[in-house]
């Protein structure tokens, strides 16, 4: 969110950090670590800071459920009119437990199966957002089978790299796997508008993820709306244009997208196409919104380092070592003065990757001292695994000065509850 919108989630009170009334050292004892905990109040505040910034173009908000899809979290959004981007039948099928209506429901993701496709239609989701001239076949063969009418935008590939933190989020240069090449756009519409199994509804583009500048936004909306000239001119009319999410947030110093600005920026070429605006923020609702709380186990001493051994490591929040991501690591409680000392805070896998901070200079923690890893409301638990046997951690829920469990711990069975013991295991391969 933009400077100054929003005061920052968490607060210290009397030495001890704070989720709405409650003390996150107490959440800790209450509910064990690790622990994701969401202030709820901050996502619906990000969520209506997003709404009020385009209110003028009344969009349709599909926020995106990849970035932490957790059912509560998810039917609190419904409540504000929300929407959801979604990318697999598991995240159609938990935005439709949290009561999104499949109207306000847009599907993206370039590996769609047949299977996900029909499914969706059934639901009678909004749009597809195709990203080929192959996926475009299959959507107009299934709707076929069905006897329906597949509505769908293309995801233009605009050819404009953006500068994010980490190459993996960039997604709108010509190289990247997303979209069909914007020169092949007009006549796969063309195509498309003859086929009587699928409705050209929109049109969209998705340039990448944490990006904090308006400039790459605005040269997309005009590459994208150029194309919308062309596209009716040969009588193909579209009823919306989706600009993806992407909207950056604080992690360390860097200040996120302005969205004031960003409106500010948009809206005005947005109304001259008369075209409906659809945005999927992901991120920038729910990121600053949750932390991850971890307890130190120990403390040692290796080759000229100081590693802070916590509870916590790769497996709970991949982002450290996937995407050299920062997130900012601090003691809970700092009631007792410490000496600061350069740290890497690593976790208890058996990876050299696994960290969720390094060369951190902080205040020195002692084993038994709980920290808070931040911003970590966003592909933090969506991001999570199991691997080296670990149980995913609960997730809880603020309301001011109420809690609420919104995901138990994983337990051991639950590891195992998928797999079979071989011998009770009788599919064989046909001869
Ligand atoms: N729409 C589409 C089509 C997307 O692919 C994404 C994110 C979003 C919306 C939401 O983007 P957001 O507003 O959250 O930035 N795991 C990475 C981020 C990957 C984003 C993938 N697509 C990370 O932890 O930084």
């Known amino acids: 969110m933009g400077p100054g919108i929003l005061t920052r989630p968490f607060p210290r009170v009397g030495g001890v950090l704070h989720c709405g009334g409650l003390s996150l050292e107490e959440l800790a004892t209450t509910f064990g670590t690790p622990l994701y905990v969401y202030d709820i109040r901050r996502v619906e505040a990000c969520y209506r800071g997003f709404a009020d910034a385009f209110a003028a173009a009344a969009p349709l908000i599909a926020y995106s459920v990849k970035a932490n899809g957790n059912l509560s979290i998810l039917s609190r959004l419904n409540a504000l009119g929300s929407g959801a981007d979604v990318t697999s039948l598991g995240e159609l099928f938990r935005a439709r437990q949290a009561g999104i209506p499949a109207d306000r429901i847009v599907f993206a993701g370039v590996g769609k199966t047949e299977a996900e496709m029909a499914e969706a239609l059934r639901e009678g989701i909004y749009a597809f957002n195709v990203e080929s001239r192959g996926e475009l076949e299959r959507l107009d063969a299934v709707a076929g089978e069905l006897g329906m009418r597949a509505p769908f935008g293309l995801r233009v590939n605009p ?88 909207f950056g947030i604080r992690y360390d110093s860097e200040e996120g997208m302005d969205v004031v600005a960003l409106s500010a920026a948009v809206l005005p070429l947005v109304h001259g196409s008369g075209l409906r605006l659809i945005l999927e923020p992901g991120r920038a609702i729910v990121g600053d919104a949750g932390v991850l709380l971890t307890r130190v186990k120990y403390v040692k001493e290796s080759g000229g380092k100081t590693f802070v051994i916590a509870d916590s490591g790769m497996s709970d929040l991949i982002r450290p070592s ?79 000065d109420r809690v609420h469990l919104i995901r138990r711990r994983e337990t051991l069975e639950d590891l195992v509850r998928a797999e079979r013991p071989e011998a009770l295991n009788t599919e064989t391969l046909p001869e």
């Open 159 to 246: 050819d404009v790299l953006t500068a994010t933190p980490h190459e993996y989020t960039r997604t709108g240069h010509a190289a990247a796997k997303f979209g069909v090449p914007h020169g092949d756009v007009v006549e796969l519409y063309r195509w498309a508008a003859n086929r009587r199994h699928l409705r050209p509804l929109g049109i969209d583009v998705h340039i990448g993820s944490q990006i904090t500048d308006t400039v790459p936004y605005l040269a997309a909306v005009e590459r994208v709306l150029d194309l919308v000239v062309e596209i009716r001119s040969h009588g193909i009319d579209l009823e919306y244009v989706d600009l993806g999410g992407g």
């Open 322 to 400: 996937h995407y050299g991501g920062y997130h900012e690591v601090e003691r809970v409680d700092t009631r007792e003065e410490r000496l600061r000392r350069a740290v890497d805070v690593v976790g208890p896998i058996c990876e050299t990757g696994d960290f969720l901070a390094r060369d951190r200079v902080m205040d020195l923690p002692a084993p038994g001292d709980l920290l808070a890893v931040h911003t970590a409301g966003a592909y933090g638990f969506t991001m999570a695994s199991n691997y080296n046997g670990r149980r995913r951690p609960a997730e809880v829920m603020v309301d001011g």
